[in-house]
Antibody, heavy 121, light 110 residues
Framework: QVQLVESGGGLVKPGGSLRLSCAAS????????MSWIRQAPGKGLEWVSY????????NYADSVKGRFTISRDNAKNSLYLQMNSLRAEDTAVYYC??????????????WGRGTLVTVSS | SYVLTQPPSVSVAPGKTARITCGGN??????VHWYQQKPGQAPVLVIY???DRPSGIPERFSGSNSGNTATLTISRVEAGDEADYYC?????????????FGGGTKLTVL
């Protein structure tokens, strides 16, 4: 069925690295922009990054720019987030989401269940 | 950067109408999307393009957007509508547009 499944979360020390993955199924992954969105414990949603369908365009929230890298492998129907120089404030559930629509009209019509990243010594 | 402002909480009795606002500078010129998130679950899209409903979302959910305020309206509120609600737009003020979420509103059904 149509779904997104995140993996790769866990406990990491400040300054460490982690790579998240998101496996897509049930739809033509290469047709869609994809995004990572996170939610710190007890807090609201925060957009992290997006990548275009062909990987030509990426963008990042200022809070992660220079530390996180989004990528995708359309042959493997997979989205990734490489997170370096992790900080305590990066602790959150990270959601993978599909963006539907055109340009700045896009909305997130499909979400994964999320993977928890905890940054602590 | 573009800021979206939502009330932290809204309370409503069952069967009544709940209105959740999302304020932003000239938000009426943007396309606003709304998400519902229940505890321990991923967000679910309930309104897109200001007022369109995805399939499977009850007609009780509606949206509007004008001026500096977008509004999510839930008619005949049910206990199952209790959740956090987030508005979302794109900030296209730079060459590289980014996504903006409101801070979220907790809807309590009394």
């Amino acid at each position: 069925q149509v779904q997104l499944v995140e993996s790769g979360g866990g406990l990491v020390k400040p300054g460490g690295s982690l790579r998240l993955s998101c496996a897509a199924s049930g739809f033509t992954f290469s047709d869609y922009y994809m995004s990572w969105i996170r939610q710190a414990p007890g807090k609201g949603l925060e957009w992290v990054s997006y990548i275009s369908s062909s990987s030509s365009y990426t963008n990042y929230a200022d809070s992660v720019k220079g530390r996180f890298t989004i990528s995708r492998d359309n042959a493997k129907n997979s989205l990734y987030l490489q997170m370096n120089s992790l900080r305590a404030e990066d602790t959150a559930v990270y959601y993978c989401a599909r963006a539907y629509g055109d340009y700045v009209l896009r909305y997130f019509d499909l979400w994964g269940r999320g993977t928890l990243v905890t940054v602590s010594s | 950067s573009y800021v979206l402002t939502q009330p932290p909480s809204v309370s409503v009795a069952p069967g009544k109408t709940a209105r959740i606002t999302c304020g932003g500078n000239n938000i009426g010129s943007k396309s606003v999307h709304w998400y519902q998130q229940k505890p321990g679950q991923a967000p679910v899209l309930v309104i897109y393009y200001d007022s369109d409903r995805p399939s499977g979302i009850p007609e009780r959910f509606s949206g509007s957007n004008s001026g500096n305020t977008a509004t999510l309206t839930i008619s005949r509120v049910e206990a199952g509508d209790e959740a956090d609600y987030y508005c979302q737009v794109w900030d296209s003020s730079s060459d590289h547009p980014g996504v903006v979420f409101g801070g979220g509103t907790k809807l309590t059904v009394l």
